[in-house]
């Protein structure tokens, strides 16, 4: 099966720059999309296809994929950011997710 | 704007069949041309993905699952449902359906509340 590995967490002070990565075999071959999700809420999608931001997901929110690695980058970071967030490929006919970073804002 | 809405028993005993369905509403567009996704979190845990479905009734199963699953849509009356048999406290968790709109199977752009499932007896 195909794993994807996500640091457990994450801190970072307010207006700073967040990274958080997901690394995988090849991973920089596949498409790969990051869901956001707040307590007691549904995750949403925030990054698509590496590098795309859905309608309504804020500029600062960016994605990049190389190699086996991809990076879910935050700008500028503000407390409402706070949440856990998975990366997700595509792999071999399944839908991997990562464990997921659990983001703090200092 | 769309919504998803995800109905189930909230508990379940062991060894039985799990049914759970989601409905989609507020799309006179695509009338249920969808990927149509399960996901499940354990409570204070990850998201581990079920399965998925395409309108045309193509499936993709999580492997660790997949004897044990169903997952089908009847994209005329638009609820889309999993069966999960046997089931055991590990498959306690909240259930998920999620859908991607632009007919893309490698992720999904719009998710419903979950509903929760717990196995006890």
């Known amino acids: 099966s195909y794993d994807l590995t996500q640091p457990p967490s994450v801190s970072v002070s307010p207006g700073q720059t967040a990274s958080i990565t997901c690394s995988g075999d090849r991973l920089g071959g596949k498409s790969v999309s990051w869901y956001q999700q707040k307590p007691g809420q549904s995750p949403i999608l925030v990054i698509y296809e590496d590098t795309k931001r859905p309608s309504g997901i804020p500029e600062r929110f960016s994605g990049s994929n190389s190699e086996n690695t991809a990076t879910l980058t935050v700008s500028g970071t503000q407390a409402m950011d706070e949440a856990d967030f998975y990366c997700q490929a595509w792999d071999s006919g399944t839908v991997v997710f990562g464990g997921g970073t659990k983001l703090t804002v200092l | 704007h769309l919504q998803l809405q995800e109905s189930g028993p909230g508990l379940a005993q062991p060894s039985e069949t799990l049914s759970l369905t989601c409905t989609v509403s507020g799309d006179s567009i695509n009338s249920g041309h969808y990927y149509w996704g399960w996901i499940r979190q354990s409570p204070g845990k990850g998201l581990e993905w079920i399965g998925t479905i395409s309108y045309s009734g193509s499936t993709y199963y999580n492997p660790s699952l997949s004897s044990r699953i169903s997952i089908s849509v009847d994209t005329s009356e638009n609820p889309f449902s999993l069966r999960l048999s046997s089931v055991t406290a590990a498959d306690t968790a909240v259930y998920y359906c999620?859908?991607?709109?632009?007919?893309?199977?490698?992720?999904?752009?719009?998710w419903g509340q979950g509903t929760l499932v717990t196995v006890s007896s």
């Open positions: 999620a859908i991607n709109t632009v007919l893309v199977k490698y992720y999904f752009d719009s």
